[in-house]
Nanobody, 118 residues
Framework: QVQVVESGGGLVQAGVSLRLSCAAS????????MGWYRQAPGKQRELVAT???????NYADSLKGRFTISRDNAKSTVYLQMNNLKPEDTAVYYC????????????WGQGTQVTVSS
């Protein structure tokens, strides 16, 4: 069952910013770590960033300093602020709740496409 809805992607030029949003059901969001993932054409899905219920964040090394993950617990929503976008950031971005034992808590949603032109 899909319990996440991503939005906010688009076609942008290199150097600009985008803010992605993900609305999650309570059962997925409540008290769980949330994460953003992305899948570029021809590549496997990768974990971009995570945020715990208490607000602790973690990022893929290559994205530190440009991407910021945050969450609004009152709205069951997680955000990804992406600055200084590069063509290599082009991908479909997904959110989900990673399990500590592996896997995720929700079926994957449609994702939101981010395309960065040079």
């Amino acid at each position: 069952q899909v319990q996440v809805v991503e939005s906010g992607g688009g076609l942008v030029q290199a150097g600009v910013s985008l803010r992605l949003s993900c609305a999650a059901s309570g059962s997925v969001f409540f008290c769980n770590t949330m994460g953003w993932y992305r899948q570029a054409p021809g590549k496997q899905r990768e974990l971009v960033a995570t945020v715990t219920n208490g607000g602790n964040t973690n990022y893929a090394d290559s994205l530190k300093g440009r991407f910021t993950i945050s969450r609004d617990n009152a709205k069951s929503t997680v955000y990804l602020q992406m600055n200084n976008l590069k063509p290599e950031d082009t991908a479909v971005y997904y959110c989900n709740a990673p399990r500590s034992t592996g896997g995720v808590r929700s079926s994957w949603g449609q994702g939101t496409q981010v395309t960065v032109s040079s």
